[in-house]
């Protein structure tokens, strides 16, 4: 069984720029997260996602932070403008509805200069 | 307002000893609790969970066990391995949410 892919695992960008984050969970997981962690803290919850409608993004900061799960499936996850604050590694993870356990992505690790 | 706390950022245990990570919270609420552990360059990989109708569970080297009371868990490691060396995260989760909230993690090291 393939495991939660993301894309791209690194990325380099200057404040004020966008960017892009692209996650498929496991097949037929019907709940996607999208966490950030940044260094030296645990996972953040940004967004919770129950097929293609969101369950909880009130730790979203909505200004800049936007993320999409159209089809229910593969989800993406952009900043725009980002700030140096963002530089982090962000999470991606998925699990059957009503289980215990999440299944993590490598995640996508984003300097801010 | 940190809800999952660990307190203790890194330990060192020697090799074939009982290495022991702890994790408290606040939200009397919670009532589902995992733990993860990861490895460099990796995303966390799931450990071991516990409901908050047992004090107790066990999966082979791992041994969690939940006070309520003192709303604090432990995860225990009997023996530890170098391969256990890694960041240990503590989650919590109020039944039927699934918004788990993380702790800031414990950096295990195990010494040969």
């Known amino acids: 069984e393939a495991g939660v892919a993301q894309s791209p695992r690194y990325k380099i960008i200057e404040k004020r720029q966008s960017v892009a984050f692209w996650c498929n969970p496991i097949?037929?997981?019907?709940?996607l997260y999208w966490y950030q962690q940044i260094l030296g803290q645990g996972p953040k919850l940004l967004i919770q996602?129950?097929?293609?409608?969101?369950v909880d993004d009130s730790q979203l900061p909505k200004d800049r932070f936007s993320a999409e799960r159209l089809k229910g499936v593969d989800s993406t996850l952009k900043i725009q403008p980002a700030k140096l604050e963002d530089s982090a590694v962000y999470l991606c993870?998925?699990?059957?509805w009503g289980a215990g356990e999440l299944f993590f992505g490598e995640g996508s690790r984003l300097t801010v200069l | 307002d940190q809800q999952v706390k660990q307190n203790s950022p890194s330990l060192s245990v020697q090799e074939g000893r009982i290495s022991i990570l702890n994790c408290d919270y606040t939200?009397?609420?919670?009532?589902?609790f995992l733990w993860y552990k990861k490895y460099p360059a990796e995303g966390p990989t799931f450990l071991i969970s516990i409901s908050s109708i047992k004090d107790k569970n066990e999966d082979g080297r791992f041994t969690v066990f939940l006070n309520k009371s003192a709303k604090h868990l432990s995860l225990h490691i009997v023996p530890s391995q170098p391969g256990d060396s890694a960041v240990y995260f503590c989650a919590a989760d109020t039944s039927g949410t699934y918004k788990y909230i993380f702790g800031t993690g414990t950096r295990l090291k195990v010494l040969a």
């Open positions: 996602f129950q097929n293609n409608g969101v």
């Open positions: 097949s037929g997981h019907a709940t």
């Open positions: 939200n009397s609420m919670f009532d589902y």
């Open positions: 993870a998925s699990s059957p």
